[in-house]
């Protein structure tokens, strides 16, 4: 339930005025939160898990990978001589994409950003260990990346950057960039055992897979730009996602290194 602010408190908070009674933010804010009274049905998709051994094997599995399509192998990431303090105090997001951005840096942002570890777990943290997270690479065509064969998988080798600059509100957000990295969300990966719950956790994923990122690129002197600001529907077009199921998240606009 909302609650009671002075009127001119909305106006500096949301800008255009107090939102209305149906704010999709707040009704979604609302339909996700856990209550003690709610929790037998808000369990129902853990319960149902429990007792299936398929569901359960199809939950450690989140992979889309297919054979038919050209797969490229990355080399071995980097393990640069840098501090988490140092990567936290040189991080900074720019538009200066000078350079290039050789196969190697490449390999190893998206080997921090989702990479696998040991017992087949990843870079971040994730509700369940479900993975409901796609990473896609726009480069000279668009790619996904096969986090357990750290490999790219090409899924269009069309150049797909006037797509994408027309799907950005500033044009030349990537003016000069070596490289874009986009996080797709496939929300039924996490929705289906934790509900409308598993939808925070998809978005929660996002920020931690961009995080790392941009915190590898700080410690390989990569110019990185994070970016949320896009039309989703032509984002979503870029690599074949419905916009329902499954959408653009996030993403991070990489340059070269220093």
Excluded at 41 to 57: C, F, P, T
Excluded at 61 to 86: D, F, V
Excluded at 149 to 178: N, Q, R, T, Y
Aim: net charge negative; aromatic share 8%; hydrophobic share 40%.
């Amino acid at each position: 339930m909302r609650r009671a602010h002075a009127p001119f408190v909305h106006a500096e908070l949301y800008g255009d005025g107090e939102p209305a009674l149906d704010d999709p933010a707040e009704l979604f804010h609302e339909a996700s939160k856990l209550y003690p009274a709610l929790a037998v049905r808000q369990s129902v998709g853990m319960a149902r898990l429990s007792m299936s051994d398929e569901l359960q094997e199809m939950s450690t599995r989140a992979n889309r990978r297919n054979p038919q399509l050209p797969s490229y192998p990355l080399p071995r990431p980097l393990r640069p001589r840098c501090s988490l303090w140092a990567a936290l105090d040189g991080r900074r997001s720019t538009r200066d994409f000078g350079g290039s951005l050789d196969r190697q840096r490449l390999a190893t942002l998206l080997d921090a950003g989702y990479g696998v570890r040991r017992r087949d777990r990843r870079t971040v943290p994730s509700g369940g260990a479900l993975y409901p997270l796609e990473l896609y690479l726009l480069e000279h065509g668009v790619f996904r990346y096969d986090a357990e064969l750290h490999s790219l998988e090409e899924h269009d080798d069309a150049d797909p950057w006037s797509a994408f600059v027309a799907a950005c509100p500033v044009p030349d957000v990537a003016d000069g960039a070596a490289a874009v990295i986009l996080i797709l969300g496939v929300f039924g990966r996490s929705r289906f055992k934790y509900g409308q719950r598993g939808y925070r956790f998809t978005v929660l994923e996002a920020g931690h897979v961009v995080q790392n990122v941009v915190l590898a690129a700080a410690a390989l002197n990569v110019t990185a730009l994070p970016f949320g600001g896009f039309y989703d529907a032509k984002i979503d077009a870029i690599v074949g996602a419905d916009g329902v199921e499954e959408s653009v998240l996030y993403g991070v606009v990489l340059g070269g290194s220093g």
